[in-house]
């Protein structure tokens, strides 16, 4: 059984090329979710880590939706080889900074015009080259390249930390994102056709706005958890190392991705994406658990299924409503969605989490997947009516 059904002349060396400079990208940028652990290192409260870690994700959703015009104006390359010099250098800039000062922000701004800038190119990429009967499936596929950094990189970065300090640490980083520009270089992205409409070429709003409130919910969902489980694991309960948790949470949605390639496009991208955001709130609430050490593997694990599945899904959902040459622009709202959630959900819960506690924030985030699916629900119950009125 092939892993990935690419159709007749799609270029194979193109996807493994992609996926391979998209892996070492997202190990510099995966490498940076132990950044929280440095800034309270240096002093900073929870509101601190909740803005340096949120204003990444407020400068992607700045950029997003413009990188995607440009992406589909002048190509996938020149945003591939930008976005990665781009973050290479911000990220070795970080051994330099040796105390809190609004250099972090300056530089996780740079990081998110970076992240911007690639990532949209390269999604455009893969989503063009997909077929529409697998799109889902191959988007899913290439996305385990980016998955593998989420639990090695901090794995790994703690252990260099431990080893060799901080600014060590950040230079490793940065060498990852560097390796990636010279895959890029190599790289050679088929010719897209141009829209055969202007302007967003008949794209109903109407048709967006579900797909991209959810794509929110899950960045607020995964960018709270992302940004307060270090300080919380250590801090709260205890916990001498975090890398586990990445572990889990990586190699749950590699696994899911595999095992579970075809669901969205064989039983339906909402008939999966609701019980994929049940499981993400479940996983929040094992947090209430006493003791995150009993549960840090549980909950890597289901969030990281949760993951697994939406992602890919929810950007197939929004892809098969739009023709070629216009997909970079919805890309780049969809990623531009993801990142605003998880931009307001660090600042905002670091906030939350100074006034109620670590516990009664994670017990308010794990409530959003669950409004989530009465959404999705009630959204899906009205067209079904509409469809049987005569």
């Known amino acids: 059984m092939r892993l990935l059904p690419l159709s007749p002349g799609i270029s194979r060396p193109v996807f493994w090329q992609a996926a391979a400079a998209n892996f070492l990208f997202f190990s510099t940028i995966s490498a940076f979710n132990l950044l929280p652990l440095y800034i309270a290192e240096l002093g900073g409260a929870e509101a601190r880590i909740g803005w340096i870690m949120g ?10 939706p413009v990188v995607g015009r440009w992406v589909e104006r002048f190509g996938s390359k020149p945003f591939l080889l930008l976005g990665g010099a ?12 040796t105390e809190l000062s609004p250099l972090f922000s ?31 499936e191959t988007m899913g596929i290439f996305g385990i390249s980016g998955l593998i950094t989420m639990g090695a990189a901090p794995a790994l970065g703690e252990l260099v930390i431990q080893a060799y300090g901080y600014q060590t640490f950040f230079l490793v980083a940065s060498l990852f994102s560097l390796g990636g520009l010279l895959v890029v270089a190599i790289l050679k992205p088929p010719e897209v056709l141009p829209a055969t409409t202007h302007g967003w070429g008949g794209i109903r709003p109407a048709m967006l706005f579900l797909p991209l409130l959810i794509s929110v919910i899950f960045g607020v969902s995964h960018g709270t958890l992302f940004a307060f489980f270090p300080p ?15 572990v889990a949470y990586a190699c749950a949605a590699i696994g899911i991705r595999v095992l579970g390639r075809r669901w969205a496009d064989v039983w ?20 209430l658990w006493p003791g995150p050490l009993r549960a840090m593997f549980w909950v890597g694990g289901l969030t990281g299924c949760a993951h697994g599945v939406l992602y890919p899904t929810l950007a197939a959902l929004l892809v098969d409503q739009v023709e070629p040459g216009r997909r970079g622009r919805v890309l780049g709202l969809f990623s531009s ?8 959900g660090p600042m905002t819960m670091g906030v939350v989490a100074g006034w109620i506690g670590y516990w009664g924030m994670f017990g308010l985030t794990g409530f959003l997947p669950v ?18 009125k005569p």
């Open 106 to 136: 300056v530089l996780r701004i740079l990081q998110g015009f970076g992240y911007s800038a690639f990532f949209v190119a390269n999604l455009t990429l893969i989503a063009e080259i997909a077929p529409p009967k697998h799109r889902a």
């Open 268 to 287: 339906g991208r909402w008939q999966v994406v609701m019980p994929a955001l049940c499981i993400f709130a479940l996983g929040i609430f094992l947090l």
């Open 55 to 64: 204003v990444y994700s407020l400068a992607a959703f700045i950029f997003l």
């Open 371 to 388: 409004l989530g699916v009465f959404l999705i629900g009630r959204s899906l119950g009205r067209t079904q009516e509409g469809a049987g």
């Open 337 to 344: 969605a993801i990142v605003l959630g998880m931009s307001l």
């Open 86 to 97: 781009t973050a290479f250098v911000a990220s070795a800039a970080f051994a330099f900074v």
């Open 232 to 246: 919380f694991a250590k801090g709260v309960g205890g916990v001498e190392r975090v890398g586990g948790f990445y």
